[in-house]
């Protein structure tokens, strides 16, 4: 069946760039989503890439896909205090019904 | 502002007893959607309802009910043969389950946190 997997946690200084990496298994999936979570909070959609992209930038944000490895990395350039929460990837089922969430990747960005 | 609602935001049942969580949205929306979220675990879809007076059943349904007889409101009840309900709940809602609005996905409430007394 589909998997979604990140690594659990990553810790930045203020100022650096932050790499966050997801590998997912369905090669039919079109899009694939990053989600932001903050404490206590529902999760928000951050950005998305179709999967006839290679890359998509949005302002702080860089998302590159490796379609070959089937690999997904979120970029975040100057990370921010705020930028502290959990990263969630992912991806749609080969069905269109459902979202494959990874675990989570918990950001934490210290002085 | 249009938006998920999910209440209560904490709840705790007692052993025995079913609880009802609710989940309102006023984003016309057709497609509504329950989560389980555990800590280092990913999200785990309960069920979900493409349309009014339909429903199935995801991942880990067994020990949930749920109905929908208004678009807006898709409540999920946790009963008691669910015999590990302690997590955090996420509704979500999307326009519709076409392939051709994958560009448009699911919004999320704020989330219930459901306790064992």
């Known amino acids: 069946g589909e998997d979604v997997e990140q690594s659990l946690f990553l810790s930045v200084r203020e100022g650096d760039s932050s790499v966050i990496n997801c590998t997912y298994t369905?090669?039919?999936?079109?899009?694939l989503y990053w989600y932001k979570q903050e404490p206590g909070a529902g999760l928000q959609l951050l950005t998305y890439?179709?999967?006839?992209?290679d890359m998509k930038q949005d302002q702080r944000l860089t998302v590159l896909l490796n379609k070959k490895d089937k690999h997904l990395s979120l970029r975040i350039a100057d990370t921010q205090t705020g930028d502290s929460a959990i990263y969630f990837c992912?991806?749609?089922?080969?069905?269109?019904?459902?979202?494959?969430f990874g675990a989570g990747t918990r950001l934490a960005v210290h002085p | 502002d249009g938006g998920i609602t999910q209440s209560p935001k904490y709840l705790f049942r007692k052993e025995g007893q079913n609880v009802t969580l609710s989940c309102e949205q006023n984003?016309?929306?057709?497609?509504m959607y329950w989560y389980r979220q555990d800590p280092g675990q990913g999200l785990r879809l309960i069920y979900y309802?493409?349309?009014?007076?339909?429903?199935q059943k995801g991942d880990i349904a067994e020990g949930y009910s749920v109905s929908r007889e208004k678009k807006e409101s898709f409540p999920l009840t946790v009963t008691s043969a669910q015999k590990n309900p302690t997590a955090f709940y996420l509704c979500?809602?999307?326009?519709?389950?076409?392939?051709?609005?994958?560009?448009?996905?699911?919004?999320f409430g704020d989330g219930t946190r459901l306790s064992i007394l």
């Open positions: 309802s493409q349309i009014v007076n339909d429903f």
């Open positions: 890439i179709f999967s006839n992209m």
């Open positions: 992912a991806e749609i089922d080969g069905g269109y019904n459902k979202l494959i």
């Open positions: 984003l016309n929306h057709d497609a």
């Open positions: 369905d090669s039919s999936s079109t899009y």
């Open positions: 979500a809602s999307s326009i519709d389950f076409s392939a051709d609005r994958l560009d448009q996905p699911q919004h």
